[in-house]
């Protein structure tokens, strides 16, 4: 049953609603998301997890703004078909975090890449390092630094480090981390896409278990 819609009046904004004990979050954040979301919270008492559902990233003060209401609140994140950018900086911040069946499994993916200016410039170095931290962090130590390092400094926005299931056990029979430019692997291709052999998702504490959740419609 749908419980609360909600969807920011400014252009671009995320939409957002809520079935049942999950948020569904989808579309660019922007800075006016911080607000709407957390009157959604304050509505909705018993959500206890975010679906980032299809979002393309967006504002970096729309990420530390709905990081920390995730965090003060102590809620899971999980994944729908594309996450990538400022969301997948959001998705860290779940206490429990989950790729989900919202969408096919092989269209599923959450992509890291570094911070840019209006200019589509790379950010300053200490704002890089400070993303670093906070992956880091929110990793339990776990991600592999120079896989950091390599998705923070690349120079062309249209580029990812991308994150696909593992599988059940965690232990994937071949690679699933990507580097990938474009927007291809979104609808999963990843044909254009160089394998990170080693790395997973689980392995790297990007997700904190390999169990798919139901994601609510």
């Keep these: 049953m749908l419980a609360f819609f909600a969807s920011s009046g400014?252009?671009?904004?995320?939409?957002?609603?809520?079935?049942?004990?999950?948020?569904?979050?989808?579309?660019?954040?922007?800075?006016?998301?911080?607000?709407?979301?957390?009157r959604l919270l304050d509505a909705?008492?018993?959500v206890t997890t975010v679906v980032l559902w299809n979002s393309p990233g967006g504002a970096f003060v729309a990420n530390r703004g709905?990081?920390?209401?995730?965090?003060?609140?102590?809620?899971?994140?999980?994944?729908?078909?594309?996450c990538v950018s400022a969301c997948?900086?959001?998705?860290?911040?779940?206490?429990?975090?989950f790729f989900s069946d919202g969408e096919s499994i092989d269209t599923t993916s959450i992509g890291f890449h570094g911070s840019y200016n209006n200019q589509r410039v790379l950010a300053p170095e200490d704002r890089l390092q400070f993303l670093k931290g906070v992956?880091?962090?929110?990793?339990?130590?776990?991600?592999?630094?120079?896989?950091?390092?390599?998705?923070?400094?690349?120079?062309?926005?249209?580029?990812?480090?991308?994150?696909?299931?593992?599988g059940a056990d965690g232990t994937p029979k071949g690679a699933t981390v990507f580097?990938?430019?474009?927007?291809?692997a979104n609808r999963g291709d990843y044909g254009a896409c160089t394998p990170i052999v080693g790395p997973n998702a689980l392995s790297m504490g990007i997700i904190t278990s390999?169990?798919?959740?139901?994601?609510e419609r």
């Design 10 to 38: 400014s252009a671009g904004a995320m939409t957002m609603h809520v079935v049942r004990d999950q948020v569904i979050l989808s579309g660019q954040l922007v800075p006016d998301d911080i607000a709407q979301f957390q």
């Design 44 to 46: 909705n008492p018993s």
């Design 66 to 82: 709905l990081t920390k209401l995730i965090q003060d609140r102590k809620l899971k994140t999980a994944v729908a078909g594309y």
């Design 88 to 97: 997948a900086m959001v998705f860290l911040s779940g206490t429990e975090r």
């Design 135 to 166: 992956v880091q962090d929110e990793t339990g130590g776990k991600i592999d630094s120079a896989l950091v390092e390599r998705w923070l400094h690349l120079t062309d926005q249209g580029s990812l480090v991308r994150f696909r299931y593992p």
């Design 179 to 184: 580097d990938c430019h474009g927007p291809g």
């Design 210 to 215: 390999t169990r798919i959740i139901h994601a």
